[in-house]
């Protein structure tokens, strides 16, 4: 069992930076990730890593501007969040899940993610 505790969530004026943090402890899944939610809206992917080989996935709405990482000797997971908008404004979640091979390849999919931090609040004011 993963266990996830995240960190580094604040207020930020719309361009400016943060950057979230994850601490990783137990049994660590091949996928890791970063999710948001705003109230009355279903979670979404933003960000994705494949562990093991160090493939990324992001949401449209953050490529360019977001990036996903890790500090294996810290056990850490991170987000560097960058160019800020209004509505990257959300409850971030860091997550766990299990790998999937289509033809060979790994694939880190938003659905199979099922192990989630407490959450972290991120508001960025425009």
């Known amino acids: 069992q993963v266990q996830l505790v995240e960190s580094g969530g604040g207020s930020v004026q719309a361009g400016g930076s943060l950057r979230l943090s994850c601490v990783v402890s137990?049994?660590?899944?091949?996928?890791m990730g970063w999710f948001r939610q705003v109230p009355g809206k279903e979670r979404e992917g933003v960000a994705g890593?494949?562990?093991?080989?160090?493939?990324?996935y992001y949401a449209d709405s953050v490529k360019g501007r977001f990036t996903i990482s890790q500090d294996n000797a810290k056990n850490t997971l991170y987000l560097q969040m960058n160019s800020m908008k209004a509505e990257d404004t959300a409850m971030y979640y860091c997550?766990?899940?299990?790998?999937?091979?289509?033809?060979?390849?790994?694939?880190?999919?938003?659905?199979?993610?099922?192990?989630w931090g407490q959450g972290t609040q991120v508001t960025v004011a425009s």
């Open positions: 137990g049994n660590s899944e091949r996928c």
């Open positions: 890593l494949y562990t093991r080989g160090g493939t990324t």
């Open positions: 997550a766990a899940g299990k790998v999937t091979f289509v033809t060979w390849e790994p694939l880190c999919r938003w659905p199979d993610y099922d192990t």
